[in-house]
């Protein structure tokens, strides 16, 4: 089938994800720096002559009836009263549950090739009204930088994004430890802990791009999520663990997990530690 769009939709790494305490509508406000790698699903769109129907198909996954494409679709039509059915082939790479947000960039993706083939302007408004009924990481990818690739602190629960030229000169190993770790039990992991009066100190986020522009050597940045994972899946630490002894000058678990990154100043370095880590785990890539 020849589709009438193709688009790539990168993946991200949470460098730093400060989860604050709940608030009284049941979300958690965030303080957090995100960029984008390069690793990515592919989308191909195509307008069918049905009306309000929206077919995705993924060889890769099986994916649910009603998933973030779908959800975008209908929020779409919704808001700009657009009825034109599509066709959507996604072939996907981003894991499920790995804290790389594939499913919201998909989507964010998806909106763009939405408004180009509706011949719709994608007007901020339009974008965030979709990324509100779709997820939180929505915001990012629609704000990030130019096709959804680049860098940004993310406040709120997600939907301030404040984009930031992202960093070109590291390169980064991601380890898949086999775990899969949902948003809805990784948040309730870290509420524990705060409840429990566990501390974890992170920068001030007036610092983080100043931190982020430094030495990575120097990086200062937390992710709520990790210690509390860690100590339920051992694999997640371990991974970490590798991950550290590779030679990483930087290293964490990305977004809710489960999947582990390193970051590495030289290119050589991380040539040297990806060799060392594709020994140990079977899924790993470097970027």
């Known amino acids: 089938?020849?589709?009438?769009?193709?688009?790539?939709?990168?993946?991200?790494?949470?460098?730093?994800?400060?989860?604050?305490?709940?608030?009284?509508?049941?979300?958690?406000?965030?303080?957090?720096?995100?960029?984008?790698?390069?690793?990515?699903?592919?989308?191909?769109?195509?307008?069918?002559?049905?009306?309000?129907?929206?077919?995705?198909?993924?060889?890769?996954?099986?994916?649910?009836?009603?998933?973030?494409?779908?959800?975008?679709?209908?929020?779409?039509?919704?808001?700009?009263?657009?009825?034109?059915?599509?066709?959507?082939?996604?072939?996907?790479r981003i894991p499920a549950g790995g804290g790389l947000g594939g499913g919201s960039s998909d989507a964010a993706s998806f909106l763009r090739a939405l408004a180009q083939l509706n011949d719709v302007d994608l007007t901020d408004a339009l974008a965030d009204a979709v990324a509100e009924q779709v997820g939180s990481d929505v915001f990012f990818f629609l704000h990030c930088g130019k096709n959804g690739m680049g860098a940004a602190l993310v406040s709120g629960r997600g939907e301030i994004v404040a984009p930031i030229a992202p960093r070109k000169d590291l390169s980064y190993i991601l380890v898949f430890p086999g775990v899969h770790s949902s948003t809805k039990e990784a948040y309730a992991l870290v509420d524990k802990n705060m409840e429990s009066g566990i501390d974890i100190v992170y920068p001030d986020f007036r610092e983080y791009e100043s931190i982020y522009r430094g030495p990575v050597t120097t990086w200062t940045f937390g992710n709520s999520f990790t210690l509390a994972l860690t100590k339920k899946y051992p694999a997640i630490a371990k991974a970490l663990a590798d991950i550290k002894k590779s030679g990483a000058a930087w290293s964490d678990m990305t977004g809710s997990g489960a999947v582990v990154f390193g970051v590495y100043e030289a290119a050589e370095a991380s040539k040297k530690a990806f060799a060392e880590l594709q020994l140990k785990w079977k899924n790993c890539i470097l970027v």
Not at 27 to 46: A, M, P, R, S
Not at 54 to 77: G, H, M, S
């Open 1 to 92: 089938m020849l589709y009438d769009v193709s688009i790539r939709c990168n993946a991200k790494v949470n460098i730093g994800l400060k989860v604050l305490p709940k608030r009284g509508d049941g979300f958690h406000n965030i303080e957090g720096i995100f960029q984008t790698i390069d690793f990515f699903d592919d989308l191909y769109v195509k307008v069918t002559s049905e009306k309000n129907v929206c077919k995705v198909e993924c060889a890769e996954y099986n994916l649910p009836a009603e998933n973030t494409l779908t959800a975008t679709y209908a929020a779409f039509c919704r808001l700009t009263g657009k009825d034109a059915g599509v066709q959507v082939k996604l072939t996907k």
